[in-house]
């Protein structure tokens, strides 16, 4: 499983980059595979506001959906429209796929480093 | 009595002995004991032989008045049904099977439902359908949902829509704690001013039925511009008979159109097992609500169908599905199916131009025995004429019921016809002359 | 298979209607788009649909034990009846006084209905078991809204529940409250008792719940909600484990749907039409969808309640349907309507027990009128699914158990055999059950890529939904 070092995550299989006082969100390897095949992706707008630990969109397989949970708070400066066209996507490249990108961003203090966020995988097995 | 139950005792015993307990009852210990019926507690008969309950039923429904020549629509339309359709849906694999979810020994009931889904998007111009609704009413409801988001919040529908189909509406609306407004007629359609004036900020939809309740043809296309101008969603409510000719919703504009499949091919069957149909443009695909068939291969490369963008419903998605819907109207979309496939292109046309045509005829020559036509716009199937007293409505339905002709429906200060190609010039002359008789 | 598009030839179809007998009409405008139907003759026409029938599976083909769905024998009589003329020809506004034999049937039936319920009104108007839910949540709403208690803002669902359950209750404009199930697939009561308050509006619970297991504590479960000031929903979907048994009125339920094409026999149709009978107690009657079909002197005629929540669908429901279960419910009585519970559960029963040392079954204690088995271990063992052994015994004709549900059993197959099944039929099934578990360990891959023998094999679920084609595309 891929967890790249220099990103953050949550424990809900969210991955952060921060770029600046930008945070830019998708779902992790681990989410993506426990997810199968993924088939939609209901995406917010810009301009939403979003909150660390709430759902701002959900993932489709063809026999599951799966919120989305924020991993930070702020506000949603950017949405990845790419994906409702193409959300195999998030199967395909997780960590290229992004999903939002937030700004200003509060609320970081929870999210775990690569090494804990691997040991989190391993405990959900 | 019987009840279909194969087991006789010796089995019974047997198996209760696999089991572990010594009686039928001894099977329901976790049953609170006090509220245990006893055998033959319920206040119900005891049950009877397959001869005594046909005959039971048989009586039943010889009490029932079978009308020979039917002017009532309003909602439930009696056409010709080609013997074809029940032969083929009263199969028994059709009629007993479960929803197609194990799709590899369901393929008949998929194919056909994608057969039927390609239909109603011919009819309606629109580019994709469901795979049914229970009935044009609840359809009708179910596309406020599809159209409402954070801001436009608000529902409105024509007063002109069929009474029972704005009730079913505010019924929904009351559910999901939804504002919805009746726009008011003029003239035996819509007043498309006062569409224009109450259109705001925060509309969501606009429900246009067509041909309408009192059979008039809107302008639907021009209520379609007012809709989007004020950035709301056009809905249509369409006969899938006039929509043989009369121009489709798509071409009005329309972003969904719904409507009661019953006259493809159902009995009017005092009012059901009916067919909502409901289709929409590709961008709200998944806004539609309820099942719908997709088209793929198997492992091997052979094209196949499933249920598809399952992830919608309420099965998976639970609370956050935009319906319940589970159980649909199945049977009845299949029989459409069938109808619409024995009558083609040209059968659909010549039923609805003998309907317009033997509707105008019947109207023509109900004006020229002194009555006059409420509403002077163009009308599809059904009219409506004018007869403000109570009691004359009900002399005029009476002499027509006395021959075994179930006249036109009472609707505010007139009787609403309805004619299809069931009816002939002879039947239809017949009518006339009753009527004349009554004036 | 060709699709029926792609049969015929363009001036091909049948003769079905007379020339126009009045001068022809032509209204001003006209659709401009082709209208592209089927140009088929008659025999083209019933040769596909034959084809197609013969790619179905229906309860005539064989052993049906999908749980939850109560795929029972649809009895011949019953599709004689719902045919009669005097039903199929009626239009649904013909004077009521032409019509008594039809209110009659919907009064027969929803008195008899009434007493199996335990409930005091019956309406037949919604259309599906779904359909029967949202009519009776709004019941639910209309009680709290009609005394003022607008601050019952949530139902509360346990997790075993039908999805149908959820999707209602959010439907309806509640706030879905998700409790969890004990370890023996009953409500908590510690969780419930956490979860009421002065915001429940109410509870949806199917008993025997989505497990097959009766919930003893039934009558703590509907006081809570009681206490709470909430009311109790019973989704009728298990109905055929205990009518004429336990009645769901006396469980302290105030209001049930009942699905007739489950319970009371009527045909699935591949999906629909079904109907739901809503059932209340008298107390919510006046919030009933109108007519409501009374009887006075001996006349049959329509009643519109007081505070009507108004109606859920055009007309009086999917009514023929209702004259296939008033048939049926007429030939059980209540000996039959009693004796067909008794054995749905002596049936579920004899299974599981035959098959008990062969699979794993989620809860190992008497059952209702079906089972679960989760097939973790085998899944583990042998990388044999769930999926993978049902697919395998559509190889020897047999249509699977319900798979994957209830939610909270992993690898569930859920099993429901039904009363009109026999002996030797379940028998013979657990033989190939257990056939199918010896198999997923001798040869797991002739089950991964199961089945083999049906018209099509697995399809592309995936590229299905990526992919979407849902009509057919005319040249």
Redo the contacts between chains.
Sequence with gaps: MNIPAELKYSKSHEWVKMDGDVAVIGISDFAQDALGDVVFINLPAEGDSVTAGESFGDVESVKAVSDVICPVSGTICEVNEALADAPETLNSDPYGAWIIKVSPVTDTEALLDAAAYEAHCAQEG | ???????TAA??E???A????DS??G??????QE???R??????????S?LE??E????????????KT?L?G???Y?H?I?S?VK??T???????????Y????????L?????F???I???T?M???N??H?????AAAETIPMCKDRKRTKAYVSACA?P??I??M??YC????TELFVVPAKDGKTDLDVLKETLGDDAACFYLQQPNYFGQ?EDAKAAGEIVHAAGAKFVMGVNPIA??????P??MGADVAVG?GQPLGL????????LGFMATTSAM??KLPG??????????G?????L????R?????????S??????????A?AA??Y????????????A??C??????FASELEKIGCTLKYKG?F?HEFATEVECPNCRKKI?DAL?AEGI?GG?EVEGGILWCVT?LV??AQ?DRAVAIVKEVL | MKLIFELGVEGRGMTLMPECDVPEYQLPEERSEALHLPHVSENELTRHYTALCKRIHGVNDGFYPLGSCTMKYNPKIDEDMAALPGFTQLHPLQPIETAQGALEALHTLGAELGEVFGMDAVTFQPAAGAHGEFTGVLLIKAYHTDRGDTARTKIIVPDSAHGTNPATAAMCGFQVINIPSGVDGCVDLDALRAAVGPDTAGLMLTNPNTVGIFDKNILEITKIIHDAGGLCYYDGANLNAVMGVVRPGDMGFDCIHSNLHKTFATPHGGGGPGAGAVGCKEFLKKYMPGPLVVKKDGKYGFAYPEKSIGRVKMFYGNFDVVVRALTYVLTLGKSGIREAAMNAVLNANYMRVRLKDTFTMAYDEICMHEFVMSLVDLHKETGVSALDLAKGMLDFGLHPPTMYFPLIVHEALMIEPCETESKETMDEVCGIYCKLFELAHSDPETLHTAPHSTPVRRLDEVGAARNMVLRYQFA
């Design positions: 009595m019987g009840s279909y139950v194969p087991t089995e019974r047997e198996m209760l696999a089991i572990g307990v039928l009852e099977l329901y210990k976790a049953v609170p509220m245990l019926l055998s033959g507690g319920l206040n119900i008969p005891e049950g009877l397959e309950v046909r039971a039923v048989t009586a039943m429904a010889e009490k029932n008045k079978v009308f039917v009532r309003a909602g439930a009696r010709f080609p074809v032969s083929v009263s199969r028994e694999e059709l009629v007993t099977c479960y929803t197609p194990q799709a590899e020994i369901s393929q008949g009931v194919q056909g439902t994608f057969e889904q390609t239909m998007c011919e009819l111009g580019d994709v359908s795979a049914s229970y009935d044009g009413a609840t069929h029972q189909v009730e079913v505010k019924t009351f559910a999901s704690n043809i929509c043989a000719i009369l121009p489709t798509r071409a009661d009995d009017t069957a005092f009012g059901g097992p009916f695909t998944r099942r719908i068939v997709g088209q793929t291969k198997d492992v091997d052979e094209v196949g169908y499933v598809t963008l399952s992830a419903e309420q099965h998976i998605r639970r609370e956050k599905a319906s319940n819907i589970c159980s649909n109207q199945a049977l009845c299949f199916g069938v619409m496939a024995a009558m083609g292109e040209k059968g659909m046309k010549q039923c131009r003998l317009t045509s033997k509707a105008h005829y163009e599809f339905l019921e179930l429906a190609e002939s010039k239809l």
